[in-house]
Each structure stands twice: as structure tokens, then as C-alpha cells.
């Protein structure tokens, strides 16, 4: 299952408007209530108003969308909402005895509302609300970013079962219109051919031959293992696996001409076969010396230091170019928040136990991290200091400590004795 539980819909303790037994309204205020409830009867696209959520508890939100019930009055809607205090992944559709009617703004300036907001809220769910708002959109301007967010606002497939995992999906993906009415999707796991029904899956299961990702095994450590799938020989997988990964990152470009990119599908091993757990893709050729064009790891395997191996894998394959390399912008803010740690953890690594001075150029040549990268973690962790015309490294060995505690672990290790691989440009 996902990391978030299930919706709790059967709290019976709560009238429509939200009020427990306790304070039950006199028949005056009861008549008062109906005539604004069928008034404000259904909701508009941009109300604004409060919703019971996972936790039992009544949470902002904006409707950004609704749909009538098939078995319904005219006013008997489901509205989709999103969460103003989280990220878009936690958006939902949700049902009328969900909200509290008593709250509804219809117009609200956003600009007061933000700051009333950020005025109530404590230190600590400031910074996790920016930590998770970090969209990697930077690249879009005004027009562009409405336009986007106005196709993808919708979450269109609600679940999806990969091996033994029912998923929770987390954005818009934009899969073929045969799907558009499916909610739930079965994916084959070995191939990622993806299907409306179970006995669909049941009936491809018996026939799928792989037990794998379809390409050359580069890694093995243990039960972990790496496969490196070009996108041109694999076509079909490829863009299935751009589907899949687009549920889950809302900044990503589905790519449709896969034969420009390697796929590296990180895959726990078992009996049963390889079980995938989370990729990334790399462009063949890169001009700009990108060394990472997306990544993911599973909801289900997040949380076990997948992420940070894949950040780590992608960086061993630079040095056995000979090249330095960076990630693909923009970034998820989870992206973001992986790369962050792991140019923090290798850089103080390194002058931990590094004697006499060292330059950006060197520190860039030892880790195939990208000196602007280096500059930018450095500068953010406020041990670079700019003398004379040239960037000084300023490494207090306490202050380092402090920052690679706070950085936290490094996750699993990439045995680099254990990987076989040639760079592309060398295959024939």
C-alpha cells in the first residue's frame, strides 16, 4: 500500500455541518442552516472551504473541480480538492459529508489569506510546507505554469497494482484516452505493459516470459541489482515506464521518443525474479553534461535509502566516463531534497579527512559533481568565503560535523567493484 493510510469516511460523531452531538442546533438555527446549504448547493470550481482528511482532522482546501453523481439529485456532487497547507500529491476526490458547509468562502484574496495563514502556522509546519512546495517549475513563466497546472489538475488514475503493491497515485498522467474512465490500473511488473482489469493481468502473467527489466544486468550486490534498458532497442518499455513515473512526479516531461535515453531500473531480487523498485533515465548524449534526466523510487520503497543509491549509481557512471555530470533541472522537491544531502555528504566527506587547502576544480575532478554544484552546496552551508578574487573553502572541522550530522545517512553503498559496464559511446 501507499505510505499514507486510507481516508477515514465513517466518522459518524459529526453532523453535515460539522458540529459533534453534543451541540446540537435548535430547530431555528436547523432551518437557517438548510435554507444557506441550498443556496450555496453545489459548490463552484475555486470555493474554498474545510475538509475532514486521513487524520479525522478538518484541513483548507480548494475545489478544483466537481462531478455529478450518477444516482443523484442536482445538487449531489463529488468535488476534487486540494489540500492548500500540502502538496498537490495529497489532492482528492471526496464526498459532500466531507466538508464543513459552515465554512465555505466563495471569494477570498489570496494574498491576505497566505499571510493570515503563515501568521498561524508554528515554525515547524512552515518548513515542512516548504519543503514539499518545492515544485520544480522554475523554468516555466506565469502562463505556462497555469496552463500546465489547469491540464494536470485532475489526478486521473486513482491506484494502480505493480507486483504485490496496491499503490496510491500521486499526479495527472497522461495516458492513452481508452483510459480515461479507468481509475485503477494493473501493471505488469516485468515489462510494465498496463491493463484495466485483473483477469487481464492474470491472463498476461501466464504469457510475460520476463522475469526482469528487458536489458544488460550491470550491477549485482547482494539481492540488488541494476539494469541498464535503451530506450531504442525497448521502445514499448520505455514509454511505460514514462507513464508510470509520471504518476508519481509532477514536474516531469513525458517522453514520448524514448530512443534518445538510457533507463536504469534498480530491482530487488528474489525467486519470483528482479522486482523493480525505482529508476533513472540519462540521456545518451548531453550537451550540458547531464548525468541524470529523471528519477523515482517507488512509494513503497521510499524511505529505505533507494533514492540516494540511485543518485550515488548515476555519479559512478561519470567517472567511468571520465566526466562530470549534474541532474537534469528542474528537480522534484524530493529530488531536490536527495541531491542536497548527497553533494552535502561527499563534499564534507572528503574534507573531513583532506589535509592543506584543496580547489573547487579538485573537489570536482575527485567526485564528478559539477563545480557549480559544489559552489552552490558549499555557499548554502556557508563555508565559502570569496577573497582576493577567488573562492576560499573555510572548514572548521565542528562546523563540518554539525553539517554532516544534520545531512543524515548516506543510505546504501554502490560497491563499484560489482559494476560492469561500458559508456555508450563506446558500444558498437
Same mark, same amino acid.
Given at each position: 500500500?501507499?505510505?499514507?493510510?486510507?481516508?477515514?469516511?465513517?466518522?459518524?460523531?459529526?453532523?453535515?455541518?460539522?458540529?459533534?452531538?453534543?451541540?446540537?442546533?435548535?430547530?431555528?438555527?436547523?432551518? @437557517?442552516?438548510?435554507? %444557506?446549504?441550498?443556496?450555496?448547493?453545489?459548490?463552484?470550481?475555486?470555493?474554498?472551504?474545510?475538509?475532514?482528511?486521513?487524520? @479525522?482532522?478538518?484541513?483548507?482546501?480548494?475545489?478544483?473541480?466537481?462531478?455529478?453523481?450518477?444516482?443523484?439529485?442536482?445538487?449531489?456532487?463529488?468535488?476534487?480538492?486540494?489540500?492548500?497547507?500540502?502538496?498537490?500529491?495529497?489532492?482528492?476526490?471526496?464526498?459532500?459529508? #466531507?466538508?464543513?458547509?459552515?465554512?465555505?468562502?466563495?471569494?477570498?484574496?489570496?494574498?491576505?489569506?497566505?499571510?493570515?495563514?503563515?501568521?498561524?502556522?508554528?515554525?515547524? #509546519?512552515?518548513?515542512?510546507?516548504?519543503?514539499?512546495?518545492?515544485?520544480?517549475?522554475?523554468?516555466?513563466?506565469?502562463?505556462? &505554469?497555469?496552463?500546465?497546472?489547469?491540464?494536470?489538475?485532475? /489526478?486521473?488514475?486513482?491506484?494502480?497494482?505493480?507486483?504485490?503493491?496496491?499503490?496510491?497515485?500521486?499526479?495527472?498522467?497522461?495516458?492513452?484516452?481508452?483510459?480515461?474512465?479507468?481509475?485503477?490500473?494493473?501493471?505488469?511488473?516485468?515489462? &510494465?505493459?498496463?491493463?484495466? %482489469?485483473?483477469?487481464?493481468? #492474470?491472463?498476461?502473467?501466464?504469457?510475460?516470459?520476463?522475469?526482469?527489466?528487458?536489458?544488460?544486468?550491470?550491477?549485482?550486490?547482494?539481492?540488488?541489482?541494476?539494469?541498464?534498458?535503451?530506450?531504442?532497442?525497448?521502445?514499448?518499455?520505455?514509454?511505460?515506464?514514462?507513464?508510470?513515473?509520471? *504518476?508519481?512526479?509532477?514536474?516531469?516531461?513525458?517522453?514520448?521518443?524514448?530512443?534518445?535515453?538510457?533507463?536504469?531500473?534498480?530491482?530487488?531480487?528474489?525467486?519470483?525474479?528482479?522486482?523493480?523498485?525505482?529508476?533513472?533515465?540519462?540521456?545518451?548524449?548531453?550537451?550540458?553534461?547531464?548525468?541524470?534526466?529523471?528519477?523515482?523510487?517507488?512509494?513503497?520503497?521510499?524511505? /529505505?535509502?533507494?533514492?540516494?543509491?540511485?543518485?550515488?549509481? @548515476?555519479?559512478?557512471?561519470?567517472?567511468?566516463?571520465? /566526466?562530470?555530470?549534474?541532474?537534469? %533541472?528542474? *528537480?522534484?522537491?524530493?529530488?531536490?531534497?536527495?541531491?542536497?544531502?548527497?553533494?552535502?555528504?561527499? *563534499?564534507?566527506?572528503?574534507? /573531513?579527512?583532506?589535509?592543506?587547502?584543496?580547489?573547487?576544480?579538485?573537489?570536482?575532478?575527485?567526485?564528478?559533481?559539477?563545480?557549480?554544484?559544489?559552489?552552490?552546496?558549499?555557499?548554502?552551508?556557508?563555508?565559502?568565503?570569496?577573497?582576493?578574487? #577567488?573562492?576560499?573553502?573555510?572548514?572548521?572541522?565542528?562546523?563540518?560535523?554539525?553539517?554532516?550530522?544534520?545531512?543524515?545517512?548516506?543510505?546504501?553503498?554502490?560497491?563499484?567493484?560489482?559494476?560492469?559496464?561500458?559508456?555508450?559511446?563506446?558500444?558498437?
Amino acid at each position: 500500500m501507499g505510505s499514507i493510510d486510507s481516508p477515514n469516511n465513517g466518522d459518524n460523531n459529526r453532523n453535515l455541518a460539522g458540529a459533534s452531538p453534543e451541540f446540537a442546533v435548535t430547530p431555528t438555527e436547523n432551518e @437557517s442552516y438548510r435554507k %444557506r446549504k441550498s443556496s450555496i448547493l453545489p459548490l463552484e470550481v475555486g470555493t474554498r472551504v474545510l475538509c475532514r482528511w486521513r487524520d @479525522s482532522k478538518y484541513h483548507p482546501v480548494k475545489v478544483i473541480e466537481r462531478r455529478r453523481l450518477h444516482c443523484g439529485g442536482p445538487n449531489d456532487y463529488e468535488y476534487y480538492v486540494h489540500y492548500t497547507e500540502f502538496n498537490r500529491r495529497l489532492d482528492e476526490w471526496v464526498k459532500l459529508e #466531507q466538508l464543513d458547509l459552515k465554512s465555505v468562502e466563495t471569494v477570498v484574496d489570496e494574498k491576505v489569506e497566505d499571510k493570515v495563514t503563515s501568521l498561524k502556522m508554528t515554525r515547524h #509546519q512552515k518548513r515542512k510546507i516548504d519543503e514539499t512546495h518545492v515544485e520544480g517549475h522554475e523554468e516555466l513563466d506565469a502562463a505556462s &505554469l497555469r496552463e500546465h497546472e489547469e491540464f494536470t489538475k485532475v /489526478k486521473n488514475i486513482a491506484t494502480i497494482e505493480l507486483g504485490r503493491y496496491e499503490i496510491e497515485t500521486w499526479y495527472f498522467s497522461p495516458f492513452p484516452p481508452e483510459y480515461n474512465d479507468t481509475l485503477k490500473l494493473y501493471f505488469c511488473e516485468f515489462c &510494465l505493459n498496463f491493463m484495466k %482489469r485483473p483477469e487481464q493481468l #492474470q491472463r498476461h502473467m501466464r504469457k510475460c516470459d520476463l522475469k526482469h527489466p528487458p536489458g544488460d544486468e550491470i550491477y549485482r550486490s547482494g539481492t540488488l541489482s541494476m539494469f541498464e534498458v535503451d530506450g531504442k532497442k525497448n521502445k514499448v518499455y520505455g514509454q511505460n515506464l514514462c507513464y508510470l513515473a509520471k *504518476l508519481f512526479l509532477d514536474h516531469k516531461t513525458l517522453y514520448y521518443d524514448v530512443d534518445l535515453f538510457l533507463f536504469y531500473v534498480l530491482c530487488e531480487c528474489d525467486d519470483r525474479g528482479c522486482h523493480m523498485v525505482g529508476y533513472f533515465s540519462k540521456e545518451k548524449h548531453s550537451e550540458e553534461s547531464y548525468n541524470l534526466a529523471c528519477i523515482l523510487t517507488l512509494p513503497p520503497y521510499q524511505r /529505505k535509502g533507494y533514492g540516494k543509491f540511485l543518485i550515488a549509481f @548515476s555519479y559512478e557512471l561519470s567517472k567511468k566516463e571520465g /566526466k562530470v555530470g549534474t541532474p537534469e %533541472r528542474p *528537480l522534484s522537491d524530493l529530488g531536490l531534497l536527495s541531491y542536497r544531502g548527497y553533494w552535502t555528504r561527499v *563534499l564534507l566527506d572528503i574534507l /573531513k579527512k583532506h589535509k592543506g587547502n584543496i580547489s573547487i576544480k579538485e573537489l570536482s575532478d575527485m567526485t564528478a559533481i559539477k563545480a557549480e554544484d559544489i559552489l552552490t552546496t558549499l555557499q548554502s552551508l556557508e563555508l565559502i568565503q570569496y577573497r582576493k578574487g #577567488q573562492h576560499v573553502i573555510c572548514a572548521d572541522p565542528k562546523v563540518l560535523d554539525r553539517h554532516l550530522k544534520a545531512a543524515g545517512r548516506g543510505g546504501l553503498e554502490v560497491d563499484v567493484s560489482k559494476l560492469i559496464w561500458t559508456p555508450y559511446k563506446e558500444q558498437s
